[in-house]
């Protein structure tokens, strides 16, 4: 470890998703706030223009040879969710700090396998949740504390996005369920639009002052594709307290919604777009954007330096693990094909959109209603799992 000087930071998981967390620890590093000492992957990195590799920087293909020789204090993961855990309980051991990539595990069992090895280690867990250091969620969850929309009655998610053919070619674990016979669950709740879950979580907890204990689920999952996972979801959760939570989410979408996080209360509603940091409370003639994003990495070295709270430590994100739990043993989605959906494209860049999905999503979100319970001729009965209030 290092006695003077910036922290010691290493990266493992450096291509695909990895250049985003490099260009984060190029700004960081050129700031002086830490020093960037080995980049790890079972593949050279890609080329990375706004991130360049500092001399002096190592290049490994394996992490506990990482661990050994270059001694980080803390370390990004950014690997297949499948691969999480044993990879930070070894960062762990090795005495570093994590900022582990989302979602951090894939069931409540592996969940407190890493909270015992972080206690264990004495070390820190962050989760690359980034949407909860949005200065905007902290002003919507002021304004629900300061009673703004009086008694909050529900919270909802719609988010829209589309995927094309070759987002399923990207990895050997794309759209699979399981890999090596673990977990992968690469759907797209768990994956593309779990922040979209966990902001709703987070105003669940401002609402009730305590992370959110789901005492059943509710899930409708559909594919328009043959893969082994979702990428279209519509899921409702039932608290043990506080409002219930809907997402509706989908990867066919026929327009783009980036994410809209619906806040309904008494005295109106207020809606959250979280990508883009835009707010809109009751009274607001149009939605406002709220500058100010603390980052994860610094808020992580930031904690290190000083102990400021972290902002997504593992133990607030333990609901968004507990709805992958309870979905874990789920029938594959239903496959949608035919006339409720049509192509768009073709080649690699193909996509596949669901007739009519978006609001269908939007009602289900606006109402808190299930398709199947509203009648939409595609969807089918949801898969319910009722869960221990204890």
């Known amino acids: 470890m290092s006695g003077s000087g910036p922290p010691r930071v290493a990266l493992v998981g450096v291509n695909g998703h990895g250049r985003w967390h490099r260009r984060v620890i190029a700004a960081l590093h050129a700031a002086g706030r830490l020093r960037l000492v080995a980049l790890v992957d079972v593949r050279p990195p890609e080329d990375e223009p706004d991130a360049p590799t500092p001399p002096g920087t190592r290049i490994f293909t394996d992490h506990l040879a990482m661990l050994a020789t270059s001694r980080p204090d803390a370390v990004v993961v950014c690997t297949p969710p499948h691969t999480h855990l044993p990879i930070a309980r070894d960062v762990l051991a090795a005495g570093a700090d994590l900022l582990l990539e989302k979602p951090p595990v894939l069931d409540l069992a592996e969940h407190r396998a890493l909270r015992a090895a972080s206690a264990a280690a004495g070390r820190a867990v962050q989760v690359n949740f980034q949407a909860l250091g949005s200065a905007a969620l902290t002003a919507l969850t002021g304004a629900l504390t300061a009673g703004r929309l009086g008694p909050v009655t529900g919270i909802a998610t719609v988010a829209a996005w589309q995927r094309?053919?070759?987002?399923?070619?990207?990895?050997?674990w794309a759209g699979r369920r399981s890999v090596d016979g673990r977990p992968a669950v690469d759907g797209a709740l768990a994956n593309p639009l779990a922040h979209a879950v966990m902001q709703c979580l987070a105003v669940a907890e401002s609402v009730t002052g305590a992370p959110v204990r789901p005492t059943r689920i509710e899930v409708e999952r559909y594919r328009v594709r043959p893969i082994e996972v979702d990428d279209t979801t519509i899921l409702r959760l039932t608290p043990h307290a506080g409002p219930p939570v809907l997402a509706a989410l989908t990867l066919a979408a026929e327009e783009h919604v980036a994410g809209d996080v619906l806040v309904?209360?008494?005295r109106g509603r207020a809606v959250l777009e979280y990508p883009t940091d835009r707010l809109r409370l009751p009274g607001d003639a149009h939605p406002r954007t709220v500058p100010g994003r603390q980052g994860l990495l610094a808020n992580l070295l930031d904690h290190r330096a000083t102990g400021?709270?972290?902002?997504?430590?593992?133990?607030?994100?333990?609901?968004?693990?507990?709805?992958l739990d309870a979905l874990r043993d789920a029938p594959e989605p239903t496959l949608l094909d035919g006339d409720p959906v049509r192509a768009v494209g073709d080649g690699p860049q193909r996509v596949r959109v669901i007739r009519g999905v978006n609001a269908v999503l939007r009602a289900a979100a606006e109402t808190g209603v299930l398709p199947s319970e509203a009648g939409v001729p595609w969807a089918v009965r949801p898969h319910d799992v009722h869960l221990p209030t204890t």
Do not use: N
Not at 164 to 171: G, K, L
């Open 264 to 266: 309904t209360g008494e």
């Open 164 to 172: 094309p053919d070759a987002y399923y070619a990207r990895s050997p």
């Open 308 to 323: 400021m709270p972290l902002i997504a430590p593992l133990a607030r994100t333990e609901p968004f693990t507990a709805v």
